[in-house]
Each structure stands twice: as C-alpha cells, then as structure tokens.
C-alpha cells in the first residue's frame, strides 16, 4: 500500500501523519503526489500573512491565490471526477482573492484536499483503478498524472515567488 502524508503545524515546523490504505497499484502516483505536496508546503513554511498575499508583479498571483488552486484543483479532479463528490470550486475566485485566508487556513484547506484524495483512493480495488472513466472520460491514472503535472507546474511558481521574497531561499 502507498500512504499519503497529511500536514500539521508544529512550534518548530510542520509534522506529517501518515495513512497506508491507497491500492497498490496507486504507489507510483501516490508517492509522486506526496513529495509534490510536501515540497509545497516546506516552500510555503515560515511565510508572513503579508508575503503570502504579495504579489511580485501584475500579472502573477500570490502564494495565497495558489494555495487556493491547488486545493480546488485537487478536489476538482479526484474528489470530484474520481469520487464523485458535489463540486464546490469557484476557480476565479481562487484568482481573484486578495487576502482573507492566513497561512494556516490555507495549509488546512490542502490538508482537506489530502484527505478527500485518501479517502478517495482507498475506496478504489485494482479493478477501478483500470477500469473508471470520470463523466468526461478521463482514467484514474491520467487523473493522478495529471493532478501530479499540475502540483509540479505550481510548484515551481510558488518556489520562484518564495526566491523574489526571501532571497537565498533554496528549496533543496
């Protein structure tokens, strides 16, 4: 079984639980998924309420705005078009906020994503997982992929905004 890691802060940064109950044939994905998350989140750690609402140029949002995202892209695509769930996402609000949310409220609103993801996936057999298609056609392990790509994509922005606001920063 693949796990998945969910975030909690602590005094000296954030602790990780960790849920084993993901279908095998998910671990490629589920690990990839875990680290694009994790990298996320150590990207985003120690930021003022204010750097998290900055943004660095017109046209570029904010971390806030992309924490946003992910959370409802995550939910779009797995809890949505995997688990069928109601969809609840305004994604130009995502965009469009301009403060409202701290860190914490944020990193919560990941946390949920995680855990709608995990609740998702271990409701699948192996036989789901080859056979679903969402009502729009897509396969599970294009859904992963995709969600993978695009926390990937997001990633790179965030440590970009992370390097113009707290110039030495290195993610790895």
Known sequence: MAYYQIARPEPDGWG????????????????SLNRM???????????????????????VCAVGNLLLHL????????GHKIGGRPLERDR???????????????VEGLNAA?????????????AAVQKHRS??????PFILHYTNQHYSLHLGQLVMIREYLSPGFRLY
Request: with cysteine; glycine share 10%.
């Open 16 to 31: 990780w639980d960790r849920a084993d109950d993901v279908p095998a044939g998910l671990v490629w994905v589920v690990s």
């Open 37 to 59: 998350r994790r990298n996320v989140l150590d990207c985003v750690e120690g930021l003022t309420h204010e750097e998290v609402w900055t943004r660095i140029g017109p046209d």
């Open 71 to 78: 959370r409802g892209s995550e939910h779009q695509w797995i």
């Open 92 to 106: 130009d609000a995502e965009f469009a906020a301009r403060g409202g949310y701290d860190l914490s409220t944020l």
């Open 114 to 126: 995680a855990g709608e993801t995990r609740e998702v996936l271990a409701s699948l057999d192996e």
């Open 135 to 140: 009502a729009d056609g897509f396969s599970i």
